[in-house]
């Protein structure tokens, strides 16, 4: 009995003792709300939607009046793409007489698939253009008496592209265009005289580099061209093309660099693009292209047609004060002096076998010897020559008889020493005789031995 008191006694004890347990408490963490930040628009300075174009003269008028082999590219840029499939709104607006642009779409020899722009005729008020290839989105508005002007204002359909333009695109605003546009596939550059076309994904690879350089130094070199060529003064017929030139990436396997028609193009895939992407690449071969929309049918007969066209190329290098010139690294005067020692029934200048850059140093001593204005008066006479030749007897026999007497001097020993034949051998006896009968004085000097 006890026992058993002693035990209640000890439970009373310790429930006594027992504390009731504090619930749990059940820290809970909220997230901190964060912001919802306004969407930055970055503002790019990509074309105007609406501009003005005045009408002007075809190119075909223009190599017609300054006796080229090759029109420029007579149409405007606009700065903005149209997409395959995707219609388009565009309004015109006429200001002065009554004709009307065309619209192109697509950039000339830029892709193999579309090899020349499609063009869209355009009505006064809205358009509505849709185009299978889609492509960049030029304005072509000439007429042979040109005396129109219209509005143009793009509404809906249109992509901007990124766009520089000489004089009011800054290199910063180059760069946010290369970064933001992404869903076009060619951006432009666009200087005074010069188009520069080509891919976006160039573009990113060289976005850093300065753009105003290489459009200015493009312009520069069309401006030393036209000075070689005589296109100054002020008689109309010396004028400068008032087009200008394209210049663009082509994706055609089969080019390293060319020219022809309304433009010049230059390899993606073949190398040759690089040299129209910055200015320290805008070397020899863009002054030849460009040399191409200079040469002058009168007096480029078909063995000449990639020699004359260096001519333009020597005068830019000379304007740059690039030494040693390419004739003197290439050693082609002394494979011009190996090729004037042969025997003289050897001697044919028209021959495959006299290479294009012997030929050349031919044209280069003239230089040499009577000045830069030899050349440019050679144009000057070929922009006037009311009936121009168009065989390659006829344009051998008006270079020749044109150098005597541009000179001032019978030239006949130092042709003769060239290999100048004709197809016959008595026209070519002809040729010389009428050098003889022009009664001027000989050079002083043998003008074979000139180099530079």
């Not at 070519?428 to 002083?444: H, K």
Request: net charge neutral.
């Amino acid at each position: 009995m006890k026992v058993l008191t002693n035990l209640l006694f000890i439970l009373f004890l310790f429930n006594s003792c027992k504390k009731t347990a504090a619930p749990a408490t059940i820290q809970t963490t909220v997230p901190p709300v964060t912001p919802v930040q306004p969407t930055v628009k970055v503002e790019l300075k990509t074309a105007d939607s609406t501009i003005e174009i005045i009408e002007t003269v075809s190119g075909a008028k223009e190599a017609d009046r300054l006796a080229q082999n090759f029109r420029a590219s007579d149409f405007s840029t606009t700065g903005f793409y149209l997409p395959a499939f995707t219609p388009m709104e565009i309004e015109v607006t006429q200001i002065n007489g009554n004709s009307l642009p065309t619209l192109l779409v697509g950039t000339y020899s830029r892709y193999q698939s579309k090899w020349d722009p499609t063009s869209h005729s355009l009505n006064n008020g809205v358009n509505t253009i849709m185009d299978a290839s889609g492509g960049i989105i030029y304005l072509r508005f000439n007429n042979d008496n040109p005396s129109s002007k219209v509005k143009v204002r793009f509404i809906t359909g249109m992509k901007p592209i990124p766009y520089f333009q000489l004089g009011k695109t800054l290199q910063a605003d180059w760069v946010k265009m290369i970064d933001n546009i992404t869903d076009i596939p060619d951006v432009q550059l666009v200087g005074k005289k010069t188009i520069i076309t080509f891919s976006l994904a160039n573009a990113k690879l060289y976005k850093n580099d300065d753009q105003e350089a290489l459009i200015k130094k493009a312009d520069r070199v069309i401006a030393i061209e036209d000075s070689i060529s005589g296109l100054f003064g002020n008689d109309p017929i010396d004028k400068p093309n008032v087009h200008k030139y394209l210049m663009t990436e082509s994706d055609h396997p089969g080019y390293f660099m060319a020219a022809t028609f309304y433009r010049t193009w230059y390899g993606t895939t073949t190398g040759g693009v690089p040299a129209i992407l910055k200015a320290e690449n805008f070397s020899w071969g863009p002054w030849h292209e460009l040399g191409h929309m200079h040469q002058q049918s009168a007096w480029t007969w078909s063995e000449l047609t990639e020699v004359t066209v260096n001519i333009y190329s020597i005068a830019v290098e000379k304007a740059f004060g690039i030494t040693p010139t390419r004739l003197t690294s290439q050693n082609e005067w002394n494979n011009a002096s190996t090729y004037l020692a042969s025997a003289e029934g050897v001697r044919t200048y028209n021959a495959s076998s006299t290479s294009v850059w012997v030929r050349l140093c031919m044209f280069q001593q003239l230089k040499l010897a009577f000045g830069e204005n030899f050349y440019q008066e050679l144009h000057r006479q070929a922009r006037r020559e009311t009936i121009k030749p168009t065989t390659t007897d006829a344009k051998m026999r008006w270079f020749m008889l044109k150098a005597c007497s541009i000179s001032g001097k019978n030239l006949s020993l130092f042709f003769k020493k060239w290999g100048m034949n004709l197809s016959s051998q008595s026209a070519t006896d002809g040729v010389f005789a009428e050098m003889a009968a022009l009664g001027l004085p000989s050079p002083v000097q043998d003008l074979t031995l000139l180099k530079d």
